[in-house]
């Protein structure tokens, strides 16, 4: 029940697409769902979050839908580049703000290629 | 310096050496975490510290001893490892559970 499913394990799409990558949870407390970039040799970024009662979160090209009925989430990169290729990884936690520390579930992580 | 930093970013060890990864964050959070990531699995949450009590051992076998001395400062001390050890340990800290915000890793071989 804590498991975060991501799809699909890897991407590869032109420059200017719009690639879609998708999570989703059975958990329903989790209550924060952040995604993080990860590009070869560094750590994983923050990247860009939401809270279930939100249904799109946009911060420059990176847009986050989330469906809470269907317990679904998904990341679309617009006007995607070159730059973006790293591997993505959605994440979900329980009680964010309420326990003083938060505790990740990570997705399996997606290889996101973008040709020039 | 700003973020989270760790040192040393690489590491080569044999399997009867004794080392420590450093991990300091500059963000004035509650939480520190260890991670391990292998290839072509997901990140394994090792250990957490909140307020530098431990609150979370993941099942982490014992040659692997964490340490933190202070909210700002977290070790992790290696002992006799094995190859299958072979990984990058990330750091990562939290403010009150909004996202973790990750080190650039240790990259670490174990011959």
């Known amino acids: 029940q804590q498991q975060v499913k991501q799809s699909p394990q890897s991407l590869i799409v032109q420059k200017g697409g719009i690639p879609i990558i998708n999570c989703a949870y059975e958990?329903?407390?989790?209550?924060?769902f952040p995604w993080y970039q990860q590009f070869p040799g560094k750590g994983p970024a923050l990247l860009i979050a939401?809270?279930?009662?939100?249904s799109e979160k946009k911060e420059g090209r990176f847009t986050i839908s989330f469906n809470k009925s269907a317990k679904q989430f998904s990341l679309h990169i617009m006007d995607s580049q070159p730059g973006d290729s790293a591997t993505y990884f959605c994440?979900?936690?329980?009680?964010?703000?309420?326990?003083?520390?938060?505790?990740?579930?990570f997705g399996q992580g997606t290889i996101l290629t973008v040709h020039p | 310096e700003t973020g989270v930093t760790q040192t040393p970013r690489h590491l080569v060890m044999g399997m009867t050496n004794k080392k420590s990864l450093k991990c300091e964050q500059h963000?004035?959070?509650?939480?520190m975490y260890w991670y391990k990531q292998s290839a072509k699995k997901p990140l394994e949450l090792m250990f957490v510290?909140?307020?530098?009590?431990q609150t979370e051992n993941n099942s982490v076998p014992s040659r692997f001893s964490p340490e933190c001395p202070n909210s700002s400062h977290l070790f992790l001390h290696l002992h006799t490892l094995q190859p299958e050890d072979s990984a990058l340990y990330l750091c990562?800290?939290?403010?009150w559970g909004f996202g973790e915000f990750f080190g650039p890793g240790t990259r670490l071989t174990v011959l």
């Open positions: 963000l004035g959070h509650n939480a």
């Open positions: 510290y909140n307020f530098k009590e």
């Open positions: 939401i809270r279930p009662d939100v």
């Open positions: 994440a979900a936690i329980t009680n964010a703000g309420g326990t003083s520390y938060g505790k990740l579930t």
């Open positions: 990562a800290s939290s403010h």
């Open positions: 958990n329903t407390a989790f209550d924060y």
